[in-house]
């Protein structure tokens, strides 16, 4: 079916990337348009409304939704996609237009943060499914639940996503604001005694510093802490960060973005379908960018479970899970 055809739902986060969904929202949508893409726009009013919006959607009808904001707006529509009991959730074509600070997930599938391109792109219709992980932590001393999109980072890794949290709220803007605060609290964090089973085998039993676990390849702000994740192959890969001096990393800081982080000795590899990590004391875990428990945490995979539109030239790196056009409506 011809995209002009399909009705997009549209959800908006207006403070994505300090104001940019709201402000750059005008061009986007005259960009949508001149795509004869039909859309119904819906701007987000607080945390989790994304959620909302896309169970409400779902049961409206809707089987297109695009996301207009960043790596946490995708995870709340993702979670969405989840509660709702109208249809499976790869039933719903979903595409996002980046406007967040980090927008990490579209790195992965080839997304420009170009405007123009990621609405061609949405246009082309050319779709994959892609994995989703589950993610099981302690809240208030309850288990809880949430789906993943991207990449969840426990340790040290949570911790910097806590501190930049403050200082975003604070007003503080700017690119290198991460790497600003990875660096300034290197030196404060402690690391902490963890537990690690992959696949019930115990892999690591020691002080570690942070640890990455995900579907794709970078978070951060593009840093490639998963170089060779692969978003469809049933498996989650992980990134195990021992204590290490920050000289020793300063000087290969570089590898974090160029894809040789394991290069990094300190840094081990792992890969597997079903993840366990305990640790004394309790640490922090984020996922998606959200900050959210605290260990114990269980990861789990559910294989091709959502469909996303993605560029053209991912489609011809790896045709054999995309699909051209995109599914018919409902």
């Not at 061009?27 to 949508?32: C, G, P, T």
């Not at 892609?130 to 990449?151: I, K, L, P, T």
């Not at 290969?252 to 079903?274: A, D, K, M, T, V």
């Amino acid at each position: 079916m011809e995209a002009g055809k399909v009705k997009w739902f549209v959800i908006v986060n207006p403070v994505a990337g300090r104001g940019r969904g709201l402000d750059h929202f005008p061009q986007i949508s005259r960009y949508l348009r001149d795509e004869q893409i039909l859309c119904e726009p819906v701007f987000t009013e607080h945390k989790f409304h994304a959620t909302e919006l896309t169970v409400s959607a779902v049961k409206e009808g809707y089987r297109h939704i695009i996301v207009v904001g960043g790596d946490g707006t995708l995870h709340e529509v993702v979670n969405g996609l989840f509660i709702q009991q109208e249809v499976r959730p790869d039933d719903v074509l979903l595409a996002v237009i980046a406007v967040g600070t980090g927008n990490d997930w579209v790195r992965t599938f080839g997304i420009s943060s170009r405007y123009q391109d990621a609405v061609r792109a949405i246009r082309e219709g050319y779709s994959f499914l892609q994995d989703v992980g589950v993610v099981s932590y302690e809240e208030s001393h309850y288990r809880q639940c949430r789906y993943m999109a991207n990449v969840a980072g426990a340790g040290f890794d949570a911790h910097v996503v806590r501190k930049l949290s403050h200082l975003k709220k604070k007003g503080r803007k700017g690119r290198w604001l991460y790497t600003w605060c990875i660096v300034k609290n290197f030196f404060r964090y402690k690391s902490t005694g963890v537990k690690v089973w992959v696949d019930d085998r115990l892999v690591y039993n020691n002080l570690l510093l942070s640890i990455a676990i995900g579907i794709c390849k970078y978070n951060g702000g593009g840093v490639q802490q998963l170089p060779e994740a692969v978003a469809d192959d049933g498996m989650l890969d992980l990134s195990l960060i021992r204590p290490v001096h920050f000289w020793h990393l300063l000087f290969r800081f570089h590898y974090l973005f160029n894809g040789g982080i394991y290069r990094i000795r300190h840094i081990l590899q792992e890969r597997g379908s079903h993840i366990r990590i305990e640790s004394s004391p309790e640490v922090s875990v984020e996922v998606d960018g959200e900050l959210l428990g605290e260990t114990p945490l269980e990861f789990s995979i559910l294989h091709r479970a959502i469909r996303i539109v993605v560029a053209r030239d991912f489609y011809d790196r790896q045709p054999e899970n995309c699909v051209c056009p995109a599914p018919k409506a409902n």
